[in-house]
């Protein structure tokens, strides 16, 4: 029988940033501006003239400041300052007043970086924000200079950039909480970089030609090499593809916590139509009662239906291994990539612990950040 959305259940809805218009500013740039964007690639490039720097798991932002009118906006061009009272403080603090940052608002956590607290700061209630800001003050680490004085440099090639960028903060001596970004052009720092200081929350690595101007709104002059991750995970549900039960659509993936409970963290779907159909000689005769006992599927959320929300709950023998980008929030917060099944692994071997940010080693201090 189909397991329906109860509102007992947990919500996975993602926090959303409440639109509204920007003041018009004496900039060169106007706003909302679109920023730089990058081309995913598997390896840090060996070849070419590159700087490179870390990829940090925050919220992208564009930062405006005219005398003491300060806009901070999106990635995708909506208006943030709202949720980050404290970094439109530290922006007027800065002794320089018409300029223009590129860079990633982050939240640092006991030397790590945290996006389930940085998550927590999109909230309709202005006393709530107020209240994380003092408890969770997020921090800016600005990568890139586009307004210096008043005049535009998003034509001038990236190494001079930098050079500005690297003047820009001589004042500050990183005692602010907008901070410089570290940048190489030593390829074997970005992979170092790479291979150890993603547990502190690097989500990867940068590479950006050095002699490029700055290319708003394209993915001309920048790659990025992000870290992707694998986990052992109990498949204790699926849905059916849309419309048709002859196929299988995604596979529901959970893990069991410290109390042996079987919790939800998200699902995979990375079957081609023939994986689909095969799928479902392998999980229709496994249905059974539902095993996930915190966080069951089809929780309220905005984007569920009724039907979307229906699922088959199957015993919890089966075991996968996938491939992911993020975990945060106790879920995947992207669908996860089906690598292989693993017959020889016990399902209660695929515990919380392999995505608990708690076994993380080291601090941003290693990259002289905090």
Not at 133 to 144: E, G, L
Request: aromatic share 10%; charged share 25%.
């Amino acid at each position: 029988m189909a397991q329906r959305k109860s509102q007992s259940t947990e919500t996975t809805d993602v926090p959303v940033i409440e639109g509204g218009s920007f003041p018009t500013l004496p900039l060169p740039l106007p706003i909302p501006y679109p920023p730089m964007e990058a081309k995913r690639v598997d390896a840090v490039p060996a070849k070419g003239d590159w700087l490179f720097e870390p990829k940090w798991d925050g919220f992208r932002a564009i930062v405006f400041r005219a005398s003491d009118s300060v806009v901070i906006q999106s990635k995708s061009g909506q208006p943030l300052g709202r949720y980050f009272p404290e970094l439109i403080e530290a922006f007027r603090a800065l002794p320089h007043d018409h300029f223009v940052l590129d860079g990633e608002i982050v939240i640092p956590i006991e030397g790590h970086l945290s996006f389930d607290d940085l998550l927590q700061r999109i909230h309709p209630a202005e006393s709530r924000i107020r209240k994380l800001s003092a408890q969770t003050p997020a921090q800016y680490f600005a990568f890139d200079l586009l307004v210096e004085d008043g005049r535009s440099l998003v034509g001038e090639p990236l190494a001079m950039r930098r050079e500005r960028l690297d003047q820009f903060f001589e004042s500050e001596a990183q005692r602010s909480p907008i901070k410089l970004s570290p940048a190489t052009t030593d390829r074997n720092i970005a992979e170092e970089w790479f291979r150890d200081f993603g547990d502190l929350g690097l989500d990867g690595v940068m590479a950006k030609k050095i002699s490029a101007p700055y290319h708003s709104g394209d993915r001309n002059g920048m790659v990025k090499v992000k870290h992707l991750i694998t986990a052992d995970c109990v498949v204790g549900g699926y849905r059916y593809a849309s419309g048709s039960t002859a196929a299988i659509g995604s596979l529901l993936l959970g893990l069991y916590d410290e109390q042996k409970r079987l919790v939800f963290v998200g699902h995979t779907s990375s079957f081609n139509k023939e994986q689909k159909v095969a799928l479902r000689e392998v999980v229709e005769p496994l249905r059974g009662e539902n095993p996930f006992e915190v966080r069951v599927p089809g929780g309220p959320s905005r984007w569920a239906t009724e039907k979307s929300g229906e699922w088959e709950a199957v015993k919890p023998q089966l075991v996968c291994e996938v491939e992911y980008d993020y975990y945060s929030q106790h879920r995947f917060r992207h669908g996860t990539k089906f690598l292989r099944w693993r017959p020889e692994k016990a399902p209660e071997s695929c515990t919380m612990e392999q995505v608990d940010p708690a076994r993380r080693k080291g601090t941003l201090e290693k990259l002289g950040m905090m």
